[in-house]
């Protein structure tokens, strides 16, 4: 195998170009991205890039990286079609041979069918987030569609520059997706006492000049309208080259399409899950690292083992920082210890653990749930010490 083409330009995609080279390979690889400029980091640009603006603080590797790595980096350009047949992939009139192709195509910001939502900004590249920066450059109001992860890491930080900040948020709780009720109810709490006004089970109807109007019938002034409803994988590419897409590109537990040329990673990629065997997408930065890892493994022949990693996940928002290691389902019970700590179990086995400021027993929980399943009642034993399993 001489030639590797990534498409996507992000963490995962990065880091698989990182690992492929790590592994010893040393053919060609392409990192196609669509936006200009290198490679950066997303997570920080609804937290840390807002109060500072350092953009050069979100770079991932210098310039001089890539052409001492002997990576073609290529930015400001998208990909438009992929020939299966022909092993290769298009760019307007720029072809590139593959003999093997990733995909890392990530997710896009999800656009409801709401009236007049061109006037609120996004917050998904490093473009929307300078554009949002510009627009607080005064006290103003602030009104965010969406109460998850993004949603509330900007109104944390905007509700701490000063801002008057309203979230409308159409499930009945905060990052509902994502956490356990209680801990739902922990960070209303955090919110309200931030000043931040909430409105749940308020989907939004209308974006006016003025502000955004609810279901209801209320009308929420604002002078800064945020969009951080979901995202939507980017799956046009593969679809349209003919490969499985539901929710995501189809792969299996080595991440490889059912094309053997094609893999998928990241935010795109939809995997078997390694405790259910159930499809499953996540839409986090470790989750398109550990794929990239793989699979410069099974390219390098480093190793077949499938994907098994445990995921985890954070939320910085105000004093508070959310770790969630392992993945539960919507309906897993939830118990919360006496330090905060909320457990999730599926049946009898520990799914997840979610912890605020504690880092010690996060830690603990991603050590242990890579291991043996831990059962509710050899945790009940140790008085929830998960160390102790």
């Known amino acids: ?38 490679p950066y980091q997303r997570p920080p640009l609804s937290k840390a890039y807002l109060k500072t603006g350092d953009a050069g603080a979100l770079r991932l590797r210098p310039a001089s990286f890539f052409a001492k790595a002997g990576i073609d980096l290529i930015g400001g350009l998208w990909v438009d079609h992929i020939d299966r047949n022909a092993q290769t992939v298009m760019a307007g009139d720029r072809v590139f041979p593959y003999d093997h192709l990733i995909l890392a195509t990530g997710t896009r910001n999800l656009r409801p069918p709401i009236p007049g939502l061109d006037r609120a900004l996004d917050l998904r590249t490093l473009q929307d987030a300078s554009r949002l920066r510009a627009a607080l450059d005064r006290p103003k109001r602030c009104a965010v569609i969406g109460g998850g992860f993004i949603g509330l890491e900007f109104a944390a930080v905007a509700a701490g520059l000063g ?4 979230i409308a948020e159409a499930a009945p709780r905060l990052m509902a997706r994502a956490v356990s009720p209680a801990m739902s109810e922990r960070f209303h709490a955090l919110h309200r006492d931030l000043g931040t006004t909430l409105h749940l089970n308020a989907p939004v109807t209308d974006v006016t000049e003025d502000g955004i109007t609810l279901q209801d019938g209320s009308a929420i002034g604002a002078d800064v309208v945020l969009l951080a409803a979901g995202v939507r994988p980017n799956t046009h590419l593969a679809k349209v080259a003919g490969l499985p897409v539901e929710n995501g590109i189809v792969v299996d537990a080595f991440l490889l399409t059912n094309d053997p040329a094609i893999s998928a990673l990241g935010d795109c990629a939809v995997f078997p899950n390694p405790n259910t065997g159930q499809p499953v997408r996540l839409e986090s930065v470790q989750a398109a690292t550990d794929h990239a890892r793989l699979i410069s493994r099974r390219i390098t022949g480093k190793s077949r083992d499938p994907y098994a990693a445990v995921p985890w996940f954070w939320s910085d928002q105000a004093d508070a920082k959310l770790q969630i290691a392992g993945l539960a389902a919507p309906d897993d019970e939830a118990l919360a210890g006496a330090d905060g700590t909320i457990w999730r179990f599926a049946g009898d086995r520990l799914s997840a653990v979610e912890t605020v400021n504690n880092a010690k027993t996060h830690m603990q929980a991603r050590k242990r749930l890579a291991g043996v399943p831990i059962d ?14």
């Not at 030639?3 to 790590?22: K, P, W």
């Not at 509710?376 to 008085?383: D, E, S, V």
Request: aromatic letters at 6%; proline letters at 0%.
């Open 1 to 38: 195998m001489d030639n590797i083409v990534i498409v996507g330009a992000g963490q995962g995609g990065l880091q698989a170009a990182i690992s492929l080279r790590q592994d010893g390979f040393t053919g060609r690889i392409t990192l196609i991205g669509g936006e200009e400029g290198l």
């Open 163 to 166: 801002h008057d900040v309203t």
């Open 376 to 389: 509710r009642a050899a945790l009940f034993g140790t008085g929830f010490d998960i160390s102790a399993v």
